[in-house]
């Protein structure tokens, strides 16, 4: 028991020094990223804090695993620079005892670790979300920023698009608007440059549209398509006042929702999937026999117009299906990812371990290097097995504990070889 609290001493001064590095290393991206977007917008210092907090989330989960494994590394490097291993074996305790208690406390720290991931995270995911959306609402510039080629979300019943951004004068090039409201006909936008304005008035943002065409169907008569050119026209995006309006989003992405909710929902997705494709198969076996009932009929083009029917419905079915199913593939790729991370813990630890008696009196900065690179490796894995899986290419499982495996099989030789060379007949063949 003395034994496990000192090998388990040792570890804790590295764990927390790594830790705190990463984090600050993060919170410097992140504040370096963000600076410009937030600070000097208007925006409180309050919900700028806020939002940082809500941001350190992520990288909690990201930093947790790392740091086990720098520990790993520098504290058997540390006992076995100075010989205490050395001591120990001497004594009769194997390495397997040494590292038992480690593993034990990583096992601890992994249950910790996804327990933060199930409740806190998607959580804190979700309130940052929510709060982005706020602020995009209250300073709408902010949404532009990097978004070219891409549909900006941020204002109610507005998408827009746009093609290029001038970064001195804000000017937006090839701008399309899509404004719907409910019960109404779309109004679809498309100007040739755009810009935010504010009006200081009545204390709201427009984006002004220049040289452009509005196209819209007549309310009153469905029949009617309205065309109309504009030199200047203006869309109202929102307040721009001073006070940041908070909203209330029940919508949630795969990152905001904790496993049971995501189960629940890949339950929910299983039984739409089988309601249609049973009626895919019934609309299927119903135009078939129709047709085998009217084979003796001469009328060709109605059946090739009642194929090309079956055949469009079938298609649309289709693409329904494999929508439905992607979206129950990332939800199962999140859920094994939350597993996945925490159980890394572990793994880095039967990697880290017999490394850092081999690297032994190397330093900080050569174990600090090798638990980089080996990181980068699981983390690079991590995310292209994230994305096969995301397009059904592989099984979310295997995508996402391959980094665990792979490392897992590259710790369990590397520990099982160490413990080999220390074998009685072992050390006497090498002495002879």
């Known amino acids: ?20 590095v990463i984090m600050f290393l ?12 937030i600070l000097g917008k208007g925006i409180p210092v309050m919900a700028v804090l806020e939002l940082f907090v809500l941001s350190t989330a992520w990288m909690v989960a990201l930093a947790v695993p790392m740091s086990v494994l720098v520990s790993t590394l520098m504290a058997f490097g540390r006992l076995s620079s100075d010989r205490e291993i050395v001591a120990m074996r001497a004594l009769g305790i194997g390495l397997w005892r040494v590292v038992l208690p480690v593993l034990f406390a990583g096992g601890v720290v992994g249950v910790v670790l996804l327990i933060f ?6 959580e804190f995911n979700h309130r940052a979300r929510v709060l982005m959306m706020d ?3 209250k300073k709408p510039a902010i949404a532009f920023e990097g978004k070219e080629g891409l549909f900006i979300e941020d204002f109610q019943n507005i998408r827009i698009l746009f093609g290029q951004s001038d970064p001195i004068t804000g000017m937006l090039k090839d701008v399309l608007v899509y404004k719907y409201d409910a019960g109404k006909y779309p109004m679809i936008i498309v100007a ?6 504010f009006s200081g008035a009545k204390d709201e943002a427009y984006l002004m549209v220049y040289s452009g065409e509005l196209h819209q169907v007549d309310e009153e008569d469905p029949q009617v398509y309205m065309r109309a ?5 203006q869309v109202r995006l929102g307040d721009a006042g001073r006070q940041l309006s908070r909203s209330v989003s029940q919508y949630r992405n795969d990152r905001e929702m904790g496993i049971g909710m995501m189960l629940g929902r890949i339950e929910q997705y299983e039984r739409e999937l089988g309601r249609m494709e049973a009626q895919s198969a019934s609309y299927l076996r119903a135009f078939f026999y129709s047709a085998l009932l009217d084979s003796t009929s001469d009328d060709a083009p109605l059946q090739a117009r009642e194929l090309r029917s079956v055949m469009g419905r079938l298609n649309a079915d289709d693409r329904l299906l494999a929508h439905k199913r992607r979206a129950a593939d990332r939800l199962w790729v999140e859920v094994h990812k939350k597993f996945t991370i925490s159980f890394a813990c572990v793994v880095f630890i039967l990697v880290g371990a017999p490394l850092g008696v081999q690297v032994r009196g190397s330093g900080p900065a050569v174990g600090a290097g090798i638990s980089i690179g080996f990181f980068l490796l699981w983390w690079v894995c991590l995310i292209g097995g994230e994305k096969l899986a995301d397009r059904g290419f592989v099984p979310a499982w295997l995508a996402m504990w391959s980094p665990n495996i792979l490392l897992g099989f590259l710790g369990a030789f590397l520990f099982c070889n160490m413990v080999l060379e220390q074998m009685p007949w072992r050390r006497k063949r090498c002495a002879s």
């Open 1 to 20: 028991m003395i034994l496990h609290r000192y090998v388990l001493k040792e570890h804790l001064a590295p764990f927390l020094f790594s830790f705190s």
């Open 26 to 37: 993060l919170m410097v991206d992140l504040i370096l990223q963000m600076l410009d977007r």
């Open 117 to 122: 991931n199930d409740r806190v995270l998607p």
């Open 135 to 137: 602020i995009h609402r």
């Open 192 to 197: 040739d440059s755009g810009t935010v304005r």
């Open 229 to 233: 050119w504009f030199d200047t026209s």
